[in-house]
């Protein structure tokens, strides 16, 4: 009869934290569910442009899941934009340029994607893919590594000419506004096997704990 007490409290503890580990793993998916439930409610342009261009230059996917891959694309006539912001900098003050852009901006330009918690195929100042009579075309592949509201940012890397120096200016396209939904089968797959061990341990732990007291 001795033993019976400390056998149920240890059996107490074992639902216990079998319990725990079940709210654990539902409640971010409830809390996630329930916010891109109430984002989908939301009418916004997700593509807001930082410079005068039409949005329309990017293409983004209507919905995005996690751990769901997804292309993104950019097409941009340099030319004429560089033409456009060679124009506002010959007619601007000190200080009053477009965000500060000064000299001669050349039409050979770079882009890149920037964004926490996604995976980039490709990283850093990238040139276009493809290139014909100045309309350029960018593609990367997007992976969210988690879900809800993510932004991307899409940044332009331009060469000013300025008297006898070139400069390499970084200028700021645009921001894309994501709603990303959880996916909670993938979560499993990927992390399922950490659960799993995290239980194992938990059971030999008490199992132990039940020998060492009999």
């Known amino acids: 009869m001795r033993h019976s007490e400390p056998e149920s409290g240890l059996n107490f503890n074992l639902i216990m934290l079998i319990a725990l580990l079940a709210v ?13 439930m109430l984002s989908a409610k939301r009418e916004f342009n997700p593509v807001f442009m930082k410079l ?14 996690q751990y769901e891959g997804f292309e993104v694309i950019l097409n941009l006539e340099t030319k ?18 477009i965000q500060g852009i000064s000299g001669v901006v ?12 996604f995976e980039i195929d490709r990283q850093g100042p990238q040139d276009p893919n493809s290139d014909y009579g100045g309309m350029a075309k960018w593609r990367w592949w997007i992976m969210p590594n988690s879900s809800g509201d993510r932004v991307l940012r899409f940044q332009l890397h331009l060469l000013a000419q300025n008297s006898a120096q070139t400069n390499t200016i ?12 959880g996916n909670l089968m993938e979560w499993v797959k990927r992390h399922g096997i950490w659960v799993i061990l995290l239980l194992f341990v938990t059971a030999a732990i008490i199992y132990g704990w039940r020998r060492r007291y009999r």
């Open 24 to 36: 654990l793993l539902v409640v971010p998916f409830s809390i996630n569910a329930l916010m891109h």
């Open 52 to 65: 005068p261009i039409d949005s329309a230059a990017i293409t983004i996917p209507s919905k995005v899941k």
């Open 80 to 97: 004429r934009l560089a033409r456009f912001l060679n124009e506002i900098a010959a007619t601007s003050s000190d200080g009053t340029s």
């Open 106 to 117: 050349s039409p050979s330009m770079k882009a890149e994607v920037v964004g926490t918690t």
């Open 170 to 181: 970084i200028l700021d396209l645009a921001e894309a506004k994501f709603s990303i939904q």
